[in-house]
């Protein structure tokens, strides 16, 4: 197609290993068991690989700094000499690295929070104006110098300080962005140093992913003045590197500015085809392989989208590149042999995706024969091949289902379970003990039989059961002791579902998530939870909850495929837990909650897609709960979030009842469903989960009259911010006790008062 040879480019590799080997590092050393040298020298080894995984896959432009310890937030934060006061007395670097991201006696961690609308999350830096910041060079000049004697000359990837700056937070009240002119001068700084130990040229990644985003992004000029100034500095060449959507403003606005190249997104940002006319002359690394999906890619659609890119910019100015760092996939399939056949020769992940991006410059280059065989043609074939698994049902016309019934009709239909004011509960699991998974892992590998392990389980509900009564909570439930996590147990049941075996995708730090794959329509074969839940409501005449994990959050927290829409694949979701849901009322179950965890993080962070996803969102949670009766009530439950900007939404969703995490911010998040009269029941957290700390009973009782200020008595609950399960029963037991008794205490006031 053409006589250049097509240049290739990984924007970041995974840091956790192919089998998690940094986790187990880092555990070992948090406990004591190997030395930082131990550490630092397997992660050492881990950076080797993935650098001459990439190389021998011939990839031309490979990244140093594009993994960390721990996080690249906090690596920057480090870098800059950002370290909250409460750590700043720890001397050795290894020590406070740690003690940032987890806290220690010195005090608690630095906030951790997600990564745009990914499920991966990174450590907050704390920020004040009168700090003295610093530039230390010595992590990116080290990583430079390591991977020159692997015999790769890297691209030196750095966080920007436009990104850098908006996702801090300011401590001292005022913008964290407001500290840019301290900032932009120890950038320059830093690329200085990097300049001078590479003796020469040499490329930096500046990431600004903040540029695709239009909720929380600055005015596109602000990025002509940071690169403006960086580019001032000698011997660095700077890519403007974007990601997770399109990021034409800026694009437009770095018109004039001599940069190196421009990194865009066109799998998540088609519209950056609009931002090519305003190149002028930069490379072009263009994002054709996604980063964030395991899913094949398909080199015709993408040979088309290349021919669409090369009559806008030469082809020796394009380079051809990856969606964003892989990091947000797992690494590689070569241990997934018991994955189907059919599925398997339909993904692709970290690894696999270097050969994607080394096949699709080879076409392009016309380097292999177009004929009946090589790459593209292997790769049709795999595309053409019609296989009965991939099938999706027709248009789901359930989707559009709503409940029967008015708010208010239902509230009244609802009067007969008889509830209390300030009704207490929990938000659905209990402690997750060692016996626990050992039972569950057990039970996997058949090392026990099916009687034992029930009857694990039912032992655990009983203790539940017999210690929520007597706390004196007023809707129980039945601590959710056969999940492993709320996803995965639903996709194992679930038809159109597959699972790896080391499909691990960094979450935090050491923490990994195994997604499920979504690779067909959802299919309910049989009830998933009525038997465990219509024993837990055997043992106790109050009501027992019934647990589900909603359609939005199970498709959000999936690798689902990418070649049909994703709310036709939630549209299936929904429909099965609306025929659990009406399995489990015929049972005998009168309240349902269906856990929404993951219905913020989904939102696209461009505006203009946002009432798309909020749309088919809404309709499938909708969908999901329309078959529960009118006297059935439905509650969902949110992590941590910031509602102000998806009010709406919520209010659309129409449950009965909203449980929200607010502990840590007071009645700040609260404050929007007062101000927009939210018309169901909310249940804000009275305390943090997060924390091992037991509230006391006044100070719980306080929290639930501060909540009284801004809710209605008769539309609050009482709850514990999110589940339980990651907490001890030493912790719980006193809490949840300490609990309900206050809501007791409160809602005598509340009485007394009239
Ligand atoms: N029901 C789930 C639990 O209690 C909800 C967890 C979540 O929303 N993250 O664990
Ligand atoms: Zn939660």
Same mark, same amino acid.
């Given at each position: ?115 745009? *609308? ?62 840019? /002119? ?5 950038? &320059? ?79 998540? !940002? ?11 002359? &930069? ?13 094949? *890619? ?124 300030? /009704? ?20 996997? &590998? ?80 049989? /009830? ?22 909603? /359609? ?15 709310? &036709? ?113 909310? !249940? ?38 999110? !589940? ?31």
């Amino acid at each position: 197609m053409t006589s250049t040879k097509i240049q290739t480019c990984v924007t970041g590799f995974p840091s956790i290993g192919e089998n998690r080997e940094l986790k187990w590092a880092l555990e070992k050393y948090w406990s004591g068991q190997i030395p930082f040298e131990e550490l630092e020298s397997t992660a050492a080894a881990l950076r080797k690989a993935a650098w001459l995984e990439q190389k021998s896959a011939g990839i031309d432009y490979i990244s140093c700094c594009d993994s960390s310890l721990y996080d690249r937030m906090l690596d920057t934060a480090v870098i800059f000499g950002a370290v909250p006061e409460r750590f700043a007395s720890i001397e050795d670097p290894a020590e406070l690295y740690f003690a940032m991201a987890r806290g220690n006696s010195s005090g608690p961690a630095m906030e951790m929070t997600k990564w745009f *609308n990914t499920n991966y999350h990174y450590i907050m830096p704390e920020l004040k104006q009168n700090q003295a910041y610093e530039c230390n060079s010595s992590l990116p000049v080290s990583r430079y110098r390591e991977a020159i004697s692997h015999g790769i000359v890297p691209r030196v990837n750095i966080i920007g300080p436009v990104t850098f700056l908006t996702l801090s937070r300011r401590t001292d009240g005022g913008r964290a962005i407001d500290l840019l /002119p301290v900032f932009i001068p120890l950038y &320059k700084k830093l690329l200085e140093d990097i300049a001078s130990a590479a003796n020469g040229r040499v490329l930096v990644q500046i990431e600004e992913p903040v540029a695709v985003s239009d909720t929380h992004s600055p005015t596109p000029d602000v990025f002509r003045q940071i690169c403006d100034a960086l580019a001032e500095v000698k011997g660095v060449d700077i890519i403007f590197s974007t990601y997770f959507d399109h990021a034409t403003e800026a694009v437009k606005a770095l018109r004039d500015v001599p940069l190196y190249g421009i990194a865009l997104d066109f799998v998540y !940002g088609p519209e950056n085809l609009e931002a090519l006319e305003y190149l002028n002359g &930069k490379k072009l690394f263009a994002g054709v392989v996604n980063g964030r999906n395991i899913w094949k *890619n398909n080199y015709s659609r993408t040979l088309a989208l290349y021919e669409t890119i090369s009559r806008k910019v030469a082809p020796e100015n394009i380079v051809l590149s990856t969606s964003c760092s892989l990091q947000h996939v797992p690494y590689s399939l070569r241990s997934e042999d018991k994955l189907d056949q059919q599925v398997r020769e339909r993904l692709s992940f970290a690894v696999e995706k270097l050969h994607e991006l080394a096949d699709l410059s080879s076409i392009i280059s016309g380097n292999v024969a177009a004929g009946s065989n090589g790459p593209l043609a292997d790769n049709r074939a795999v595309f053409q091949s019609r296989s009965a698994l991939f099938e999706m049902s027709a248009d789901n016309e359930a989707a559009r289902r709503s409940r029967e019934g008015s708010r208010m009709s239902r509230k009244t239909a609802q009067k007969a379970l008889n509830l209390p004011l300030l /009704p207490s509960t929990t938000i659905g699991s209990f402690p997750q003990t060692p016996a626990l998974r050992a039972l569950r892992r057990d039970y996997k &590998k058949g090392v026990i039989r099916s009687e034992e392990y029930d009857l694990g389980i039912k032992n655990y509900i009983h203790e539940c059961i017999v210690f929520q009564e007597e706390a004196g909570l007023d809707v129980l439930v039945h601590g959710e002791p056969e999940r492993n996590d709320m996803v995965e147990y639903f996709g194992e049941q679930l038809e159109g579902f597959a699972f790896t075996s080391n499909g691990w995708v960094q979450s935090y730090g050491s923490r990994c998530v195994k997604p499920p794959v979504i690779y067909g329509s959802a299919a309910r074969v049989r /009830p998933m939870t009525v038997d465990i839940i219509k024993y837990a409501q055997s043992l106790t005449s109050k009501p027992v909850k019934g647990m589900l994990t909603g /359609p939005v959050t199970i498709l959000n927290w999936s690798f689902a495929r990418d070649d049909v829409p994703r709310e &036709k694949i939630c549209q299936s979701i929904a429909a099965a837990i609306s025929e659990e849901i009406d399995d489990l009322q015929r049972a005998g179950i009168r309240i349902i909650q269906v856990d929404e965890a993951a219905f913020k993080e989904g939102y696209p962070l461009r505006r203009s897609k946002r009432e798309d996803y909020e749309k088919w969102a809404v309709e499938c949670f909708r969908d999901a709960v329309s078959t529960a009766r009118p006297e059935t009530q439905v509650h969902t439950h949110m992590c941590y979030s910031d509602f102000s900007d998806i009010f709406d939404a919520i209010e659309a969703l129409d449950a009965d009842v909203i449980s929200i995490e607010t502990s840590r911010s007071g009645n700040d998040l609260l404050r929007i469903f007062e101000h927009r009269g939210y018309s169901g029941d909310i !249940g804000p957290g009275v305390y943090d989960i997060h924390s091992p700390r037991v509230p006391s009973q006044a100070e719980l009782e306080d929290e639930i009259n501060s909540r009284l200020a801004v809710v209605p008595a008769e539309s609050l609950w009482v709850n514990p911010d999110c !589940g339980l399960k990651t907490r001890k029963w030493e912790e719980v037991k006193p809490a949840i006790r300490n609990m309900a008794a206050a809501a007791v205490n409160a809602r005598k006031g509340v009485v007394h008062r009239g």
